[in-house]
């Protein structure tokens, strides 16, 4: 009986040292693959928001017929 007892004691500290090392290891690969790209493409987003004049995309039409003949050449 007790030979059993360091046993059971190093075989339950192996197991929980497993999982503590999986939680690790998911936590870092977490942080590579999914909050690091997230906080990089958000940075992108801001300076390229930014960089970009705002008057790119405001378009004044003096008429419908403007509107309606710029549609139709992007399509």
Same mark, same amino acid.
């Given at each position: 009986?007790? @030979?059993?007892?360091?046993? =059971? %004691? /190093? $075989?339950?500290?192996?197991?929980?040292? #497993? #999982?503590?090392? /999986? $939680?690790? =290891?998911? #936590?870092a690969l977490d942080l590579k693959?999914? =909050?690091?790209?997230?906080?990089?493409? %958000?940075?992108? $987003? &801001?300076s390229r928001e930014n960089e970009?004049?705002? &008057? &790119?995309?405001? %378009?004044? /039409?003096?008429? &419908? @017929?403007?509107?309606a003949t710029l549609e139709e050449?992007? /399509?």
């Amino acid at each position: 009986m007790t @030979d059993l007892i360091p046993i =059971v %004691y /190093y $075989g339950g500290l192996s197991i929980l040292f #497993f #999982f503590w090392i /999986y $939680g690790i =290891v998911s #936590f870092a690969l977490d942080l590579k693959n999914t =909050v690091i790209p997230g906080i990089r493409q %958000y940075r992108r $987003g &801001d300076s390229r928001e930014n960089e970009r004049d705002p &008057d &790119d995309f405001d %378009y004044d /039409y003096d008429t &419908d @017929d403007e509107r309606a003949t710029l549609e139709e050449q992007l /399509y």
